[in-house]
C-alpha cells in the first residue's frame, strides 16, 4: 500500500505560481510512476503531467506545456508539481497518482484507470 497526500494548493492571482507537493509513505516510492490530475467542478478528471520512476521522462497535457513542471525526489517520497504562468481556468482540486513500475521500463501514464494509489487533493484557486 501506498499512501498519498498532496499539499500546497491555495488561492493565487492570474500570472502567478505554485508548487504541489504530494508525499508518499508506505512503500519505496523510487520504484513507482507517478501523475497529477485535476478535476473542475462540473468537469471530468483530466490529465495534467507525468513522471516515470525514475524522474528521467516525463509527459504533459498540451495545456500545460511550457507552464507546469513535473519532478521526483526519490529520497524525499515525494513527486512536485512546478506551476508557473497561472490562469483561472487552471482553478480545480489537484490530485496526485502513483502505481508500481513495469520491469524497468520508463514508461509515463496518463489515464487515470492506469493508476493504483491516489491522494485526496489539494484545491488550487486562480483568480482574475
Known amino acids: 500500500q501506498v499512501q498519498l497526500v498532496e499539499s500546497g494548493g491555495v488561492l493565487v492571482q492570474a500570472g502567478g505560481s505554485l508548487r504541489l507537493s504530494c508525499a508518499a509513505s508506505?512503500?519505496?516510492?523510487?520504484?513507482?510512476?507517478a501523475g497529477w490530475f485535476r478535476q473542475a467542478p462540473g468537469k471530468e478528471r483530466a490529465f495534467v503531467a507525468a513522471?516515470?520512476?525514475?524522474?528521467?521522462?516525463?509527459y504533459y497535457a498540451d495545456f500545460v506545456k511550457g507552464r507546469f513542471t513535473i519532478s521526483k525526489d526519490n529520497a524525499k517520497n515525494t513527486v512536485y508539481l512546478q506551476m508557473n504562468s497561472l490562469k483561472p481556468e487552471d482553478t480545480a482540486v489537484y490530485y496526485c497518482?502513483?502505481?508500481?513500475?513495469?520491469?524497468?521500463?520508463?514508461?509515463?501514464?496518463?489515464?487515470?484507470?492506469?493508476?493504483?494509489?491516489w491522494g485526496q487533493g489539494t484545491q488550487v484557486t486562480v483568480s482574475s
Open positions: 497518482a502513483a502505481r508500481p513500475r513495469e520491469n524497468y521500463s520508463s514508461s509515463v501514464y496518463s489515464r487515470p484507470y492506469e493508476y493504483i494509489y
Open positions: 508506505g512503500r519505496t516510492f523510487s520504484s513507482y510512476a
Open positions: 513522471i516515470s520512476w525514475s524522474g528521467a521522462d516525463t
